[in-house]
């Protein structure tokens, strides 16, 4: 059964966090996204289930993103 706050991304827009980051309704304002607080809530010292495909990217000391 899908989460219904963020209709089983996981995610939920970190501004509007009553409306999900992804999918048919997604919130669509641009902002990051955050955990979905009802089903991608992890543990103490847990990271959060991440979407498909993701993949970090950090910026060096020079300002390059890897």
């Known amino acids: 059964m899908k989460c219904l706050l963020c209709e089983g991304s996981g995610w939920v827009c970190e501004n509007h966090p009553d409306q999900p980051w992804e999918g048919e309704h997604a919130c669509g ?38």
């Open 29 to 66: 304002c641009g902002r990051a996204g955050a955990p979905c607080p009802t089903c991608n809530s992890p543990a103490v010292g847990e990271r959060p289930r991440l979407p498909p495909g993701f993949k970090t990217a950090l910026d060096d000391e020079d300002g390059y993103r890897h």
